[in-house]
């Protein structure tokens, strides 16, 4: 395949629907590169903690605006992963991101336009060369409306929370289901009400609901869509 022939695969949805999983999946196969934005707005979360700017009950969104051309964001490939990790200020925060603590605390960082503004901007520089598969919230309709192919994850919100559960527990953190439920119901609401980019369908994106499907079952749904859009 030549790179002319390569696309932009824009892949958006409700959290836990597996879609970095489908992307990281998705560009090893086409050899394409994989960005994960909610990292980006994890990291940025992350600071936001570690500077005492946002905690459970307070947040200085006007401080952290202030800080915002402190904040270096860098993916690094990292060949033995085969994915991207992401640098904050050079350090390597890829393991503190996930926790449970920073994913309450991310939607609230990723409603401000400052900081959505930044984060785009670096986005979409990193399409020059097309070939890429990125995944979010707002990849179809923000960051590429052009993409050629947008997918749009959902699935129930029990199973996602099962899934998130399981992927925790299986790592070793100790926490309830319920917890786990409710953290990805109000990220939901936080990321649909949100006055910036709240997360919607593309017009033109097809929606995937992979409440009753294997990480596999869903790669290879998608990778009907990916060969039809190539073939096209
Ligand atoms: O995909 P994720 O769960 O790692 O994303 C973390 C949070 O970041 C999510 O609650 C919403 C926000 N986000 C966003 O607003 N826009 C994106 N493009 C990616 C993530």
Excluded: C
């Excluded at 892949?11 to 999946?25: F, N, Q, V």
């Excluded at 904050?88 to 926790?99: A, H, K, P, T, Y």
């Excluded at 409306?145 to 919100?157: G, I």
């Excluded at 009907?224 to 190539?230: I, P």
């Amino acid at each position: 395949m030549n790179n002319s022939n390569k696309i932009i695969i824009a892949i958006d949805g409700y959290s836990s629907t597996g879609k970095s999983t489908l992307a990281k999946h998705l560009a090893k196969e086409l050899g394409y590169v994989y960005v994960d934005t909610g990292a980006m707005y994890r990291a940025v979360a992350y600071y936001a903690m570690k500077q005492g700017l946002i905690d459970e009950n307070h947040f200085d969104k006007e401080g952290l605006i202030s800080d915002l051309n402190k904040i270096d964001l860098n993916l690094q490939f990292n060949a033995k992963l085969g994915y991207a990790e992401i640098f904050l200020n050079g350090e390597n925060v890829e393991s503190f991101i996930r926790s449970i603590e920073v994913s309450n605390m991310v939607s609230k960082v990723a409603s401000i336009s400052e900081i959505r503004e930044k984060l785009v901007e670096q986005q979409q520089k990193m399409s020059l060369d097309k070939g890429i598969v990125m995944d979010g919230r707002d990849i179809g309709t923000v960051v590429f409306p052009e993409a050629e192919l947008k997918l749009f994850m959902t699935a129930s919100a029990e199973n996602r929370a099962q899934r998130r559960f399981k992927e925790m527990t299986d790592n070793g953190v100790q926490i309830q289901y319920e917890t786990v439920l409710e953290n990805v119901t109000s990220r939901d609401h936080l990321d649909t009400t949100r006055d910036d980019s709240p997360l919607v369908k593309a017009d033109d994106a097809i929606e995937i609901d992979n409440s009753d499907m294997n990480v596999d079952q869903t790669f290879e749904v998608a990778m009907r869509y990916v060969k039809e859009r190539l073939n096209s």
